[in-house]
């Protein structure tokens, strides 16, 4: 594990510059634009800062070059590697996902005819009842995860691990930056 | 002796894996023991040890005079740990009585190879008993007789009802855990997971996997609980990823949250580095900005404390809070820290590597 500075220097330094080469690109942006570009580019800084080794990552990288006005600077952020890492490991992991998405839909319709009795537990065991509200929880999780939908249990705790430190940093460098610039402003 | 005896007795019902892990063991450690039993010194303990055994006397009687229908007495569940033997050791070194106790073990290693299965739980057993007899054989000479029957019946019992354990936890547990047993001396060969079939538990590979999966499941789940502030109390899945979900969302609201600031602070989202270095070298209230810059200058300590103040006093403020108050809350914290080095030579360092980041952009 990196030590959390070294994280910070390098999310830092790609951020502000995807922000510059936004600011060259567009002149004269409203508050609520400049707000979209400097989250879209401290997301994408942080995901690049994992170089695709992460499944949120690459989902992150992903989502964010499909829109086409972002795709560029995506690519100007993530330098030189960005085909390589958006091409080949997104679009497999893709593939992968959904292959692995389309075989439990047709195992889950195949054993599914006989499980139609429940979306709530009505069996009264506790067992049954706290299954079912971990599988809602893990439900939520997937959802607020970059590319959690396609993970399974094992895979989606360990990329929330990872999310979660990779959050902590970049708030951390966003606040101090922007108390910082506070500052500079007041003074 | 009595209290040991008592914490171990709740120590072995509480899990069952030490159980297996003495059943394991057993077969290495049953020389170990014997060697012990051979050099160990002469106590009278018999009284503590039939309290150890958690028999009564003559159950205890019963089992010493038919070996045989040992394996068919449906006897309490013996939960013995291996410490409890590491720790009782004090008995008598009597040639005759280890010879027969070598001989109910052969015995009952004979009767085991009758109920088995499998062939190498056989010889796992064929194993110890021969090592048994090998380390009785070798050191004849240095036993000597001292107790009488006091202590004969106490290690026959031992004998036997190690035996006894063992045969039982290998009926149930038997393929799982010598292919574990096995399977774990080339563990450095094959990226197997060695999964120890607990007492009682299936033993297909169906569940195996499944019980390999969850708990690689709670080991990661265990990291998660130490990194979420404040999960570590708390017991249970469902309320854990809770607290989980909701640090997610309260890191995720923070980041809308801080664009949000910064969008608004500047006409044109054009941060002058310099600018802001400039004018935060020079004042005592650094923010913590130039201390995340230079990481080498600072101790990483104050930078962690930093950051785990932030953590909490976000925790416990709302969103609506005025985010100046938090701010120069933690800036008075690192202030001492600050004066330190304002004053030192190191900032003018400092500033070196300010523009060297100044460079690289």
């Known amino acids: 594990m990196r030590p959390p500075s070294l994280l910070k220097q390098e999310f830092l330094k790609k951020w502000i510059m995807g922000l510059q080469r936004c600011s060259s690109t567009k002149k004269n942006m409203n508050i609520l634009e400049r707000k979209k570009a400097i989250k879209l580019s401290a997301d994408v800084a942080m995901a690049s800062s994992r170089n695709g080794t992460t499944c949120w990552s690459r989902a992150l990288i992903a989502n964010a070059s499909k829109d086409g006005n972002d795709k560029h600077l995506v690519e100007q952020i993530l330098g030189p590697e960005s085909e390589r890492l958006i091409v080949k490991k997104v679009s497999i992991g893709a593939l992968v996902c959904n292959k692995r ?74 606040r101090s930056l922007a108390s910082a610039s506070e500052q500079v402003n007041h003074s | 002796m009595k209290l040991n005896s008592g914490t171990m007795e709740t120590r072995s019902n509480g899990t069952a894996t030490d159980g297996d892990e003495v059943a394991a063991l057993e077969s290495l450690q049953f020389t170990d023991e014997l060697h012990r039993l051979i050099s160990a010194t002469t106590t009278d303990n018999a009284s503590s040890f039939t309290a150890l055994l958690e028999l009564p006397a003559p159950q205890a009687v019963e089992l010493l005079h038919s070996p045989e229908s040992a394996k068919l007495i449906a006897a309490p569940a013996p939960a013995l740990n291996v410490e409890d033997f590491k720790g009782s050791f004090h008995f008598p070194s009597n040639s005759g009585l280890i010879e027969r106790a070598a001989r109910f073990s052969v015995f009952a290693g004979e009767g085991n190879n009758n109920n088995k299965k499998n062939n190498s739980p056989g010889t796992t057993s064929n194993n110890s008993s021969a090592n048994l007899e090998k380390a009785v054989k070798s050191e004849p000479a240095e036993t000597e007789s001292s107790q009488p029957l006091v202590s004969d019946p106490t290690v026959e019992k031992r004998s036997i009802k190690r035996k006894y354990r063992e045969k039982k936890v290998k009926g149930s547990a038997k393929k799982s855990k010598t292919a574990a047993t096995e399977s774990s001396e080339d563990a450095e060969k094959l990226p197997y997971v060695h999964v120890r079939a607990r007492r009682g538990e299936a033993t297909d590979s169906h569940s195996l996997a499944e019980r390999a999966r969850r708990e690689k499941i709670n080991a990661r789940m265990k990291l998660l609980q130490e990194l979420v502030p404040g999960c570590d109390k708390i017991s249970g899945t469902a309320l854990v990823l809770d607290e989980i979900i909701n640090h997610v969302q309260s890191l995720q609201h923070q980041v809308e949250f801080l664009s949000m600031r910064l969008a608004a602070v500047n006409p044109r989202i054009d941060f002058n580095l310099d600018s802001i270095f400039t004018a935060e070298s020079g004042s005592l209230m650094d923010s913590n900005f130039p201390s995340m810059v230079m990481p080498l200058m600072w101790p990483e300590v104050q930078v962690n404390g ?48 300010l523009n060297q980041l100044k460079m690289e952009l």
């Open chain 2, 306 to 353: 930093n950051r785990q103040q932030n953590q909490q006093q976000w925790h416990f403020d709302a969103l609506q809070q005025p985010v100046w108050g938090r701010e120069e809350v933690c800036n008075n914290y690192i202030t001492p820290e600050n004066s330190l080095l304002s004053y030192d030579s190191s900032a003018n360092s400092a500033t070196l590597h």
């Open chain 1, 101 to 174: 998405i389309r075989s439990k839909k047709i195992l889950k319709r195949s054993c599914g005819i006989r499980r139609t009795r429940k979306c709530v537990p009505q069996v009264a065991l506790a067992s049954s009842i706290a299954k079912w509200l971990v599988r809602k929880r893990t439900q939520v999780l997937k959802s607020l995860i970059p590319g959690g939908e396609f993970m399974n249990e094992v895979c989606l705790i360990k990329e929330t691990l990872d999310y979660i430190i990779s959050l902590r940093a970049q708030v951390d460098v966003m």
